[in-house]
């Protein structure tokens, strides 16, 4: 029942009471035609709802924060076609309910539509988010309304629930790409697909020879079988992985933890970036508490830290100190890695002596201003 209902309703009794005190003419003829209106508009809504189709889509599925402090906009987009030519849609109610996964967030909204006669419109539905984390919004339920907002009729629901990713804006972290390039003794077996480099055991290109190519690089064979002096270019070796430990211990009052996990996701947003920039690959690990299993994600494209962080934020944080520590040392029988990052926004002990690396562990506190997170 609508608002509407409850309005056309009163209007009816009083024209009752009217009626009966004023038996005449007029006062019936007003009754019978408020008696009739309402039937006209129910005839009018079942042919409706019959040329009316709804359907939901997300065009972008990455929302970033133009500051910590602004909220993000994630939007999903409402798309609904009136395939009726003459009577358009003059109102429409969008039910939706949306949730922060991450941090725990819910809430739900009413958004109005309409619809002109043959026309399809998209209704863009914009859920304001102040914390990052993967927010799911869901259309309940969509329904329209006759001209007189009498009746309602329900034209489409449980859509498909759509994930939109909320990230922060970048941080300037002081990284030494060298520091993290190809760190052990061994030889690369990877080779970048869309750069040369200087590796001779692995050939880029061949191409003819310009002033300034070293005559080492000349390739004889092919340059006595075209007659032209033809250059070989060597490969760009990858770097070794970069292990990168997440730190989900995240301690405090409820405000201070949710602070706090939008720091430890610019940290990582931002490191991540960086580090695909420059061409070293992350390995990423971070235990999930809710599952009790310690997850690992290899990434290299941009896509890849898109889909990471689909799965990062799926884990919920904790307040137990050290959880990573252990539970990594517990995996596996404690296989240190060669060196790693440690990303964390929690008081750490001292990690040198943890095991988790072999050679060294950079312990990253990303509460602390970017310009004491230095890493040469």
């Not at 619809?115 to 990052?132: E, L």
């Not at 002990?349 to 312990?363: H, K």
């Amino acid at each position: 029942m609508t608002i509407g209902t409850l309005i056309y309703a009163l209007l009816c009794l009083i024209g009752v009471f009217i009626c009966i005190f004023y038996l005449e003419f007029g006062t019936v003829a007003l009754v019978g035609i408020l008696v009739f209106i309402p039937l006209f508009m129910l005839i009018f809504l079942i042919f409706m709802r019959t040329r009316v189709s709804a359907s939901v889509d997300t065009k972008n599925p990455v929302s970033e924060k133009e500051s910590m402090e602004k909220p993000a906009r994630p939007a999903i987009t409402l798309s609904i076609e009136n395939h009726n030519n003459l009577l358009p849609i003059t109102k429409g109610v969008v039910k939706v309910r949306y949730e922060n996964y991450f941090t725990g967030e819910k809430g739900k909204m009413k958004v109005k539509f309409s619809v002109d006669a043959g026309r399809k419109r998209d209704r863009r539905i914009v859920v304001p988010m102040m914390n990052c984390g993967d927010i799911a919004i869901n259309i309940r339920k969509v329904r329209i309304f006759d001209y007189l907002s009498i009746f309602a009729w329900t034209i489409g629901k449980k859509y498909h629930t759509q994930h939109v990713l909320v990230l922060p804006p970048t941080k300037e972290f002081y990284l030494g790409r060298q520091r993290w390039f190809n760190e052990t003794d061994e030889d690369s077996d990877r080779f970048s697909l869309y750069k040369k480099g200087d590796d001779p055991s692995e050939i880029f290109d061949i191409r003819e020879y310009v002033d300034g190519d070293r005559i080492q690089r000349i390739h004889w064979k092919l340059t006595s079988k075209t007659g032209k002096y033809m250059v070989k270019d060597g490969s760009l070796p990858l770097a070794k992985a970069l292990h990168i430990f997440i730190d989900l211990c995240i301690p405090g009052e409820k405000n201070a933890r949710i602070h706090d996990s939008n720091l430890l996701v610019q940290g990582i947003y931002s490191i991540g970036l960086y580090m695909i920039e420059n061409a070293i690959p992350q390995h990423f690990i971070w235990y999930d508490a809710e599952n009790d299993i310690v997850q690992e994600r290899l990434v290299e494209q941009e896509e890849e830290l898109l889909w990471m962080f689909q799965d990062l934020f799926k884990s919920k944080p904790t307040d137990r100190p050290g959880e990573l520590v252990e539970a990594y040392l517990a995996w596996q029988g404690g296989r240190p890695v060669e060196s790693a990052l440690y990303l964390t926004v929690s008081d750490q002990p001292d990690l040198e002596n943890s095991g988790l690396a072999r050679n060294r562990i950079e312990v990253m506190d990303l509460r602390r201003d970017s310009s004491d997170q230095e890493v040469e």
